[in-house]
């Protein structure tokens, strides 16, 4: 709870600001995550590539 109620708030005299540590650790998560999505829909696509089978209407 401490990152997302407290880490944001460094300076109290221009409001909440987001430190550059946090800034940093939120786009390195982004990344991951873009990653491993990225890594399970091409594993999807191989795995239904491999049994498609063309049909007529």
Same mark, same amino acid.
Do not use: C, K
């Given at each position: ?14 409001? !909440?600001? %987001? #430190?550059?540590?946090?800034? $940093? +650790?939120?786009? =390195?998560?982004? !990344?991951? %995550? #873009?990653?491993?999505?990225? $890594? +399970?829909?091409? =594993? ?14």
């Amino acid at each position: 709870m401490y990152v997302f109620l407290a880490q944001p708030v460094i300076n109290i005299t221009r409001g !909440a600001e %987001l #430190s550059g540590v946090l800034r $940093l +650790a939120f786009l =390195a998560l982004t !990344a991951a %995550l #873009s990653l491993t999505a990225a $890594l +399970a829909a091409h =594993a999807a696509a191989l795995r239904e590539a491999r049994v498609w089978r063309p049909r007529a209407d």
